[in-house]
């Protein structure tokens, strides 16, 4: 029966009784098996911890009840605290509410450390609905690096239990494992959705990647329909008789045709690439007439600078597995390249060498070479080193990227070296023999 005169916050706190009561013994023994087993239980959902651990303190301390109350933030800005985890004669309260700033569990919080309430149903009204009624509690607060959680908390319903500082020491331990099992949850929770945000990105990603290149693909194979009839007439008037100025303008519009024709066929090679549908031909090869191919097709736009393109080719008869076809398109991509980036007067050498098992074509230049920050890019489809460099050379990045993949398709691999900006730079490709 709880008396009508005012009563105070004070006059239901006798925390100080903790340490003038006789504390009962210990049983460190028992309190060291059930923290162990529940530690092997840690991977398990935060609830079902927090549920293992009120029914430890439960038994622990031979109280009434025992709960977790943790601090959850309402709709209007304001916070309560959820009883989240009962066991004992309350636990059909599982998942119900008390004000933060009205309860005991909002005491022990502001004033920092453990407190013990005696008939604290007298103060806080909340408390004076549920059955049977505390006659006890000792709650204790749940800090995680100094942030509050909430508390954890243990109920005597009868006079003659009454907590002491061996209810206290046990409630402490209590409180340190559940804070770091919370702490591991949501360690584990952040982990999870971390690790969700970053599939979603990466799947996004390659979602956005794949309509590119289909788009891609599509845009080429649209655009190579109307050059073939420019390019087709262009050669048919070029085989006529005109005047020189005619012949120089059907020349340009042969070249340009055919440069549009390259990118486009780049592009149209790169999708392949990425679909995995681009295959090889492959058949014994002479490196030598692939290089002389590539060659007789680069000499206009090399004259046209009047850049002067050295060749050393180690005439033995050897030959390599491969797709002579697309070997060209390395040496050519190679030697585009190089006459792109290498100023009018220039110079470029090319090699071939072979080794015991392997076969080398190294394309040098005296061009502007390649800054030492992209290096690691050259070969990336879609790279250019910067937007100035498109704008002022053209291209769309795409002629070392085929020349990687069709090198390793090949069995080898390349290489490029760059001494520094404007000094030039040399490209390897390097090939099994057999």
Known sequence: MYVKYPVSEDDVLITQALFERSPRPQNLQAENQVLRALGRQLTQPPLVILKHLVEIALDLCQAGTAEVSLIEATQDGGEVFRWVALAGAYEEYEGGTVERDF??????????????????????????????????TLVVPLMLEERALGTIWIVSHEISRQFDEEDLRVMTSVADFTAAALYSAQARQSAVELSHREQAARAQAEAASRIKDEFLAILSHELRSPLTPILVGAQLL??????????????????????????????????????????????????????????LMIRLEAQAKTIQIQTFLNSAQFQIQGDSNRLQQVVLNLLSNAVKFTPETGQITLKLEYFDCWARIMVQDTGIGISPDFLPYVFKRLSQE???????????????????????????????????????????MNTEKW
């Open 103 to 136: 309860s005991p569990c909002g005491v022990c919080l502001r004033r920092g450390k453990p407190q013990l309430f005696f008939e604290p149903g007298r103060y806080f009204a909340d408390l004076q609905q549920v059955k049977p009624a505390v006659v006890e």
């Open 238 to 295: 070029r085989s006529r008789k005109f005047d020189a100025k005619t012949d120089r303008l059907l020349e340009m519009i042969e070249h340009s045709a055919k440069l549009q024709t390259q990118l486009i066929q780049d592009l149209l090679d790169v999708s392949s690439i990425i679909q995995g549908k681009l295959s090889l031909n492959v058949k014994p090869v002479n490196l030598v007439s692939v290089i002389e191919n590539a060659l």
């Open 386 to 428: 910067s937007s100035s460099t498109t704008r002022k050379f053209g291209g769309l990045g795409l002629g070392l990227a085929i020349v990687k993949y069709l090198t390793e398709a090949h069995g080898g691999y390349v290489q490029v070296e760059s001494p520094k900006e404007n000094l030039g730079g040399h490209c390897c």
